[in-house]
Structure formats: structure tokens, C-alpha cells
């Protein structure tokens, strides 16, 4: 099966939103989505957008995207990559369609001196953890992510 990994366009948008919501389901949490293709079409591609996505197809047919950003690291002094999505529709699974994404953001992050390539997974994704510890990845245990937003962002915000 022949895969193709390119960069996201606007018109991919309607095929990212689809699939976060699969991917949201599968997360057990599809209340959470709160956003919708045109948010997804501005936010994603419009101009000044900060924030990159990948799309892999299979037979013409998008079948996976991910979705990263640059971050920072002070300790390094070098800037990293932080990877938000990595998602490939089950009926496309084991194609190698994730690893050929989550590889072509590591070479960007090679090519552009990042020090570092990150994500978060949950703790129960068994598939995922056992895919990334298989290619070197390396849990950082010793950090809590915290998470401020809604009411709590704005009235902390002080609005």
C-alpha cells in the first residue's frame, strides 16, 4: 500500500476536523471538541497561523494528520518542536502512515536545529506508548502538564 505524506492545505481542513473528532472518540472524550472546519480552516491556515499540519494519504484518500508547533527551550537555548496530534484512521493503521509522519516532523526539527521533538500521550494508549518507546522515545515522568482554560483561564486572566 502506497502512502503519501505532504503538507496541509485549507482545503484539508474538512478531513483534519473529521478526523479529530474520530480521534477525540477514541480519546473518550468527544465532548471536548469545541472547534469546527472553518475555525480549523482559519486557525490552522490562515495567514500568520504559527502552528504546521501533515497529512498522509492512502489511495488519494487523507488518512492521517498531525499537527505541531515550535516551542522553546531555555535550557537548551535552542527552539524544539512540540507535536499536538499524531492521528491515523483505524482502517489505516499499521501502514506505517504515523511513523512516516511523526519521522518527517523529526527531520524538520533536525533541519531546523531544534533541540528536542515532544508530545504527550495518555497514560492508558498502550498502542502509542509501546509505538513510541519503539522508535527511542523516552517517557519524561517527572513532569506534571498542567492546564489552565475556560472560566479559569479568563478569571485568573483577571477579566
Given at each position: ?13 474538512q ?31 490562515g495567514?500568520?497561523?504559527k ?5 498522509c494519504?492512502?489511495?488519494g ?10 516551542s522553546?527551550?531555555t ?5 524544539g ?28 526539527a ?25 522508535i ?5 515522568d ?9 472560566e479559569?483561564?479568563v ?5
Open positions: 500500500m502506497s502512502i503519501k505524506i505532504r503538507s496541509a492545505v485549507s482545503d484539508d481542513a478531513a483534519i476536523f473529521d478526523m479529530i473528532v474520530e480521534l477525540a472518540i477514541y480519546e473518550k472524550a468527544p465532548q471536548e471538541v469545541k472547534t469546527n472546519v472553518e475555525e480549523i480552516r482559519a486557525t490552522l491556515f495567514e500568520g497561523s502552528t504546521e499540519a501533515l497529512v494519504e492512502v489511495a484518500k487523507v488518512v492521517g494528520y498531525a499537527v505541531f508547533f515550535t522553546y527551550s535550557w537548551l537555548g535552542r527552539n518542536i512540540y507535536m499536538e496530534d499524531l492521528y491515523v484512521s483505524p482502517e489505516s493503521r499499521g501502514v506505517g502512515a504515523g511513523k512516516g509522519m511523526l519521522q518527517q516532523i523529526a527531520q524538520l533536525v533541519e531546523r536545529n531544534c533541540g528536542r521533538l515532544e508530545w504527550s500521550v495518555l497514560d492508558w494508549n498502550q498502542p502509542a506508548i509501546d509505538f513510541y518507546l519503539s527511542g522515545a523516552k517517557p519524561q517527572e513532569w506534571v502538564r498542567y492546564r489552565l482554560d475556560g479559569a483561564l478569571s485568573f486572566a483577571g477579566r
